[in-house]
């Protein structure tokens, strides 16, 4: 499975979690997932605890961002559901950069698709 694929798998789970959605129900936030290895990058857009798209590359509307970073197949198992990313991040095998606020966000939503 590709990236892109298993970004869309995660915008299905994600969008069909009703807890999620009340979670991040005011949360608007661009995710850029960037691949250490094959150089592709998406950017995942959240408004109001909805994901509304994946596109490639970085988000242009001046969102607030938040950067996950690791190799491929690392990002391909996080967003397939197949390895939990608090997990990968204790590991050293994903970078995250954002606000204290969105990583606390970003636990909760591990919790809550991957537990």
């Known amino acids: 499975m590709s990236l892109l694929e298993s970004l869309l798998d995660f915008k299905?789970?994600?969008?069909d979690n009703e807890k999620v959605k009340l979670l991040l129900s005011k949360w608007d936030r661009c995710i850029v997932v960037s691949s250490d290895d094959v150089?592709?990058?998406y950017c995942?857009?959240?408004?109001?605890?909805?994901v509304e798209s994946v596109t490639e590359g970085s988000?242009?509307?001046g969102n607030v961002v938040i950067t996950l970073k690791a190799v491929n197949n690392v990002l391909v198992d996080i967003f397939t559901g197949n390895t939990?990313?608090?997990?990968?991040?204790?590991n050293g095998n994903l970078e995250v950069w954002g606000d204290d606020?969105?990583?606390?966000?970003?636990?909760a939503l591990s919790l809550l698709l991957w537990g």
Request: hydrophobic share 40%; glycine share 4%.
């Open 12 to 15: 299905k789970r994600f969008n």
């Open 101 to 107: 606020m969105d990583k606390i966000k970003l636990d």
């Open 39 to 41: 150089s592709e990058k």
């Open 84 to 90: 939990n990313p608090a997990t990968a991040f204790l």
């Open 44 to 50: 995942i857009i959240i408004n109001k605890g909805i």
């Open 59 to 61: 988000d242009e509307e």
